[in-house]
T-cell receptor, first 114, second 115 residues
Framework: GNSVTQMEGPVTLSEEAFLTINCTYT??????LFWYVQYPGEGLQLLLK?????DKGSNKGFEATYRKETTSFHLEKGSVQVSDSAVYFC?????????????FGSGTRLLVRP | EAGVTQFPSHSVIEKGQTVTLRCDPI?????LYWYRRVMGKEIKFLLH????????ESGMPNNRFLAERTGGTYSTLKVQPAELEDSGVYFC?????????????FGPGTRLTVT
């Protein structure tokens, strides 16, 4: 079945450091890929998405490229800020079944220190 | 425009009791999803409504869980009787359009603690 694997956290970085959170997936169809973020005390928010191979999603300085050959969708940011501290979830959705449900990874907590 | 709202934000109940969680989706969103995150693990799908109909309830763990969406507006998720392993954060999400490329908008979640 479909699944998403992302790197274990927590990830602790200093402000302005480079961020990579790895995400790989297994899917039978042609999924769309998402990164959701949960800031403390808030709900999940869509950070970025990519709907086909080689697409790059970007938002708020974060980027991720849909790599079909490596089944990956790694999240990157060139210079993190304290305000980026949150839990990041990689997810996929495909059209194989009709529910279009999201399948999530286990989440990676990011802590950015001043 | 109001986002997805969930009530309560936190519930603490004893094993064997009943709890009902409520979700109000964004107005006009026909698709409503329930998800659950247990003990810091991955967020798992529970079920999907299209208007008042259950499109997919393959993620419901057992028959102690009952979801309804009367009238196609808000939804409730009842757990009866609650067990310790039901503890976790229950998220509701809604989307206007149906499809795997469309964003789902999430509520803040209800944290359920069963003691």
């Amino acid at each position: 079945g479909n699944s998403v694997t992302q790197m274990e956290g927590p990830v602790t970085l200093s402000e302005e450091a480079f961020l990579t959170i790895n995400c790989t997936y297994t899917a039978t169809g042609y999924p769309s890929l998402f990164w959701y973020v949960q800031y403390p005390g808030e709900g999940l928010q869509l950070l970025l998405k990519a709907t086909k191979a080689d697409d790059k999603g970007s938002n708020k300085g974060f980027e991720a490229t849909y790599r079909k050959e490596t089944t990956s969708f790694h999240l990157e940011k060139g210079s993190v800020q304290v305000s980026d501290s949150a839990v990041y979830f990689c997810a996929l959705s495909d059209g194989v079944d009709s529910s279009y449900k999201l399948i999530f990874g286990s989440g990676t907590r990011l802590l950015v220190r001043p | 425009e109001a986002g997805v709202t969930q009530f309560p934000s936190h519930s603490v109940i004893e094993k064997g009791q009943t709890v009902t969680l409520r979700c109000d989706p964004i107005s006009g969103h026909d698709n409503l999803y329930w998800y659950r995150r247990v003990m810091g693990k991955e967020i798992k799908f529970l079920l999907h409504f299209v208007k008042e109909s259950k499109q997919d309830e393959s993620g419901m763990p057992n028959n102690r869980f009952l979801a309804e969406r009367t009238g196609g507006t808000y939804s409730t998720l009842k757990v009866q009787p609650a067990e310790l392993e039901d503890s976790g954060v229950y998220f509701c999400a809604s989307s206007q359009l149906e499809g795997w490329t469309y964003e789902q908008y999430f509520g803040p979640g209800t944290r359920l603690t069963v003691t």
